[in-house]
């Protein structure tokens, strides 16, 4: 008898509200479907995998490895940048197998936005295009910083040495 009091007092939310997130909900995680033309593109395929493999390597390197590690070894890690770098390759291999799996499972060219938009849904593809464009600010910073460390190094530090005035 008291668990049927309970009950009838408990309120539920109005019809209305909870179609409205009910539908909200729906639409933020709705993915894009892919058509029947998903192979077809006016572009022709004309990279080898020798070339494939070279363009990600150099995309993946840049100037960071060669100018910041040095400074980074000497100045705050010493010899633990082995332990870093290793961290960073795992990660990194961790990463290649999803974009593997992604490419496999979605045969359409894209990047990480393409490949969250078809797989996880409209919300998530948000996030992760808005993600992408603070990784490239942060990526063209650091390449702006290492650029600038190296004209003071040629012109024998006097733009550091003005500014510090």
Request: charge should be neutral.
């Amino acid at each position: 008898m008291a668990e049927d009091s309970r009950a009838s007092r408990r309120v539920s939310a109005p019809r209305g509200v909870s179609l409205m997130c009910s539908t909200l909900c729906t639409k933020l995680i709705r993915t894009k479907t892919l058509g029947l033309d998903a192979l077809s593109t006016p572009l022709r395929r004309c990279l080898s995998t020798l070339e494939l493999t070279l363009l990600s390597i150099g995309a993946m390197i840049g100037a960071g490895l060669y100018v910041i590690t040095g400074t980074v070894a000497h100045e705050m890690c010493g010899p633990a940048v082995m332990v870093a770098f290793l961290i960073a390759g795992i990660a990194s291999l961790f990463s290649a197998l999803s974009y593997a799996e992604f490419g496999a499972r979605i045969p359409r060219a894209g990047s990480a936005y393409v490949y969250t938009y078809v797989t996880v849904g409209e919300l998530f593809a948000f996030v992760v295009g808005w993600d992408l464009v603070l990784e490239y600010m942060i990526g063209a910073a650091s390449v702006a910083r290492a650029w600038s460390g190296y004209v003071d190094y040629l012109a024998d530090y006097r733009i550091s040495n003005w500014t510090d005035q």
